[in-house]
């Protein structure tokens, strides 16, 4: 029996290739520098977790080093969409042996170490927690055994997602928990929200 393990999903900080429907709105640069505090809140926030940490990005970078070094491993996103490379992050760290697995991105500003140690301790009781994104997605998915079918037929990036995914659960017959509703940062609104703290 492994331990409980984290995974993050990050995408390397270039210009013009993050949080491109922000980037619209105030351009590449200012969204660059607000990439850069997420992931720098998202290893503040995990770094006081009790978990292995794994980060995996969107693809190698050499000219500048990872944001998240000490204490984490890194690893390589496979090709695909968005459910192929999380379905395929879980199995990767599922046959490296874990317990529980929970996987975040790095556009959630909420997250608490409380919101963390409610995900792990639930998973005592139930198959899945979900952390609901206030933009019909979700910002945290966690498991107890490797459950493929969860990434399935999942429409990404909608509206729908969170719903399909829950539907999915109850049609598989598994028990799942409902985290406290979080704000994404994708866009100005979101972003405005987030630095007015409303």
Same mark, same amino acid.
């Given at each position: 029996?492994?331990?409980?393990?984290? #995974? !993050?999903?990050?995408?390397? @900080?270039? =210009?013009? +290739?993050?949080?491109?429907?922000? $980037?619209?709105?105030?351009? %590449?640069?200012?969204?660059?520098?607000?990439?850069?505090?997420?992931?720098?809140?998202?290893?503040n926030v995990?770094?006081?977790?009790?978990?292995?940490?794994?980060?995996?990005?969107?693809?190698?970078?050499?000219?500048?080093?990872?944001?998240?070094?000490?204490?984490?491993?890194?690893?390589?996103?496979?090709?695909?969409?968005?459910?192929?490379?999380?379905?395929?992050?879980?199995?990767?760290?599922?046959?490296?042996?874990?317990?529980?697995?929970? #996987? !975040?991105?790095?556009?959630? @500003?909420? =997250?608490? +170490?409380?919101?963390?140690?409610? $995900?792990?301790?639930?998973? %005592?009781?139930?198959?899945?927690?979900?952390?609901?994104?206030?933009?019909?997605?979700?910002?945290?998915?966690?498991?107890?055994?490797?459950?493929?079918?969860?990434?399935?037929?999942?429409?990404?990036?909608?509206?729908?997602?969170?719903?399909l995914t829950?539907?999915?659960?109850?049609?598989?017959?598994?028990?799942?928990?409902?985290?406290?509703?979080?704000?994404?940062?994708?866009?100005?609104?979101?972003?405005?929200?987030?630095?007015?703290?409303?």
């Amino acid at each position: 029996m492994g331990k409980n393990k984290l #995974i !993050i999903f990050a995408k390397q @900080p270039k =210009l013009g +290739k993050v949080k491109t429907r922000l $980037a619209s709105t105030i351009g %590449d640069e200012k969204t660059l520098k607000i990439y850069f505090e997420l992931l720098e809140f998202t290893k503040n926030v995990t770094s006081v977790i009790d978990a292995e940490k794994i980060v995996y990005w969107d693809e190698l970078r050499d000219d500048h080093p990872n944001e998240f070094e000490f204490g984490y491993q890194n690893r390589i996103q496979t090709t695909g969409e968005l459910g192929f490379k999380m379905e395929n992050a879980f199995q990767n760290e599922f046959n490296l042996s874990a317990r529980k697995i929970v #996987i !975040i991105g790095t556009d959630c @500003p909420y =997250l608490t +170490k409380d919101i963390f140690e409610v $995900a792990y301790s639930e998973l %005592d009781h139930v198959d899945f927690v979900v952390g609901p994104a206030l933009d019909g997605g979700y910002y945290l998915l966690g498991m107890k055994e490797f459950s493929p079918f969860i990434f399935h037929s999942i429409p990404w990036s909608t509206k729908d997602v969170l719903s399909l995914t829950i539907e999915s659960i109850k049609k598989n017959n598994k028990t799942f928990t409902l985290l406290k509703e979080l704000s994404d940062i994708d866009d100005i609104n979101d972003l405005e929200q987030w630095k007015t703290g409303i």
